[in-house]
């Protein structure tokens, strides 16, 4: 690795913020590696294909995939000319295609701003901070936020079973913070009217049941009008910058899909190995909501 930054700063000229950031993307790539047991001299175009394919799965614009792409190609490059490898995996792999409309990423400034302009003197407002920080915290699809059992929740160990597409059931890290927030709301919830068979249902709306989609889309739309945000956005938001900011803070890329839910045919056996432990320290780690907790509560 230190041939190869060589490499960069001298024959390629590169800046240092530049190298870096090539670097950084490089490390995304031998995580996946790691996990998938693969020697970086082994690699073929395939595997390379189902890491890119891992990428689009958790949601990461195409203009990212394209800079991560390219560095990967630089990398391989390097290898074939100091004599590492007699061909490129890379060389036949397709760039992503920049048109592809993907959902707005919020920053973890405006997930901040928006949580933060929630009301908690009105009767909804500990649940809708609830709802946002769980959203965020775990990354669940708005169908799994709106269905969430209280028989789902396992906060001594911290996580929470979700049921997703297809029935399929997963256990997903929850965070203090969000653990804090949802604790919270109960006091609320448990002074609430609830209609008989939806007394299991965490999130409840004024007319004692399970609250809705369309609710969730309101709330959001109201909170962000608020603060005056210009971005066009839904519950599926704060799911895909879930994604962007794990991976930008260094999560492992496979985590990041078991967490999500996802079960492309190219991710879908590792799942059956991972370790929950290591799945539930990879969210608490790398989670800007979960740093900036552990940073108030030193």
């Known amino acids: ?3 190869y930054k060589q490499y960069l700063k001298l024959e390629k000229s590169l800046s240092g913020n530049t190298i870096d950031a090539y670097l950084t993307d490089l490390d995304k790539l031998l995580a996946y590696l790691t996990l998938e047991n693969i020697h970086i001299l082994d690699v073929t175009q395939d595997d390379l294909e189902q890491f890119l394919a891992g990428l689009r799965d958790i949601g990461i614009h195409p ?8 560095g990967i190609r630089s990398f391989y490059r390097f290898l074939i000319i100091d004599d590492y490898l007699q061909a490129d995996p890379t060389e036949l792999l397709e760039s992503p295609q920049i048109g592809f409309k993907l959902p707005e990423v919020l920053t973890v400034e405006e997930i901040d701003q928006l949580i933060g302009s929630i009301d908690r ?3 909804e407002g500990q649940r809708n901070r609830a709802i946002l920080e769980t959203l965020y915290s775990c990354g669940l699809r708005v169908s799994e936020l709106c269905n969430l059992k209280l028989s789902d929740l396992y906060f001594d160990e911290g996580f929470i079973k979700v049921e997703g597409k297809g ?13 804090k927030e949802i604790n919270l709301y109960f006091i609320d919830r448990n002074q609430m009217k609830i209609k008989p068979g939806f007394e299991d249902f965490v999130f409840i709306s004024a007319f004692g049941k399970n609250i809705s989609r369309i609710m969730v889309f309101h709330i959001i739309k ?31 890329l ?7 839910g996802h079960e492309s045919i190219a991710t879908t056996e590792i799942y059956t190995h991972i370790d929950r432990n290591m799945l539930r320290s990879e969210i608490i780690e790398h989670h800007p909501r979960n740093i900036k907790f552990r940073q108030e509560h030193k």
């Open 63 to 70: 203009r990212s995939q394209a800079r991560i792409l390219s």
């Open 1 to 3: 690795m230190v041939r």
């Open 222 to 252: 109201v909170l962000a009008d608020s603060i005056g945000l210009k971005k066009t956005i839904s519950p599926h938001t704060f799911r895909h910058s879930f994604a962007t900011h794990l991976l930008e803070g260094g999560a492992n």
């Open 254 to 260: 496979r985590a990041i899909q078991c967490m999500l």
């Open 167 to 179: 029935s399929k059931q997963r256990l997903v890290p929850v965070s203090p913070r969000a653990i």
């Open 121 to 123: 003197g009105t009767k």
